[in-house]
């Protein structure tokens, strides 16, 4: 993932997906590209590059409460698999 982009990692979102993510502490929020695979760590459900994270206000603190929701999934059918607006 390249921190000075607008980018995160997805478990199982398909790779181009956009994804509007908000911090739920402040209501910031930002639109990102799923370009990786992760987050790894048990509990989180989505890794925001560093420049995504300042946008919305999270560098410092490094994790934050957000929900997010996929906005455009690049023409790729990802109905059907579960996916819905997640609260993590």
């Given amino acids: 993932m390249n ?3 607008l980018t ?3 478990r199982s979102l398909p790779f181009g997906t956009k994804v509007l993510v908000t911090n739920k502490r402040n209501g910031k929020s930002v639109i990102v590209r799923i370009n990786d695979r992760g987050p790894f760590i048990r ?3 989505i890794d925001v590059s ?3 994270a300042a946008n919305i206000g999270m ?4 994790t934050a409460q957000v ?3 996929i906005v455009d999934a690049g023409g790729q059918k ?3 698999k579960g996916l819905k607006k997640v609260d993590g």
Avoid at 59 to 62: K, P, T
């Fill in 8 to 10: 995160a990692a997805h």
């Fill in 59 to 62: 560098v410092s603190s490094g």
């Fill in 78 to 80: 990802i109905a059907g």
């Fill in 43 to 45: 509990g989180r459900v």
């Fill in 67 to 69: 929900c997010f929701q």
């Fill in 50 to 52: 560093k420049a995504a």
């Fill in 3 to 5: 921190p000075a982009k």
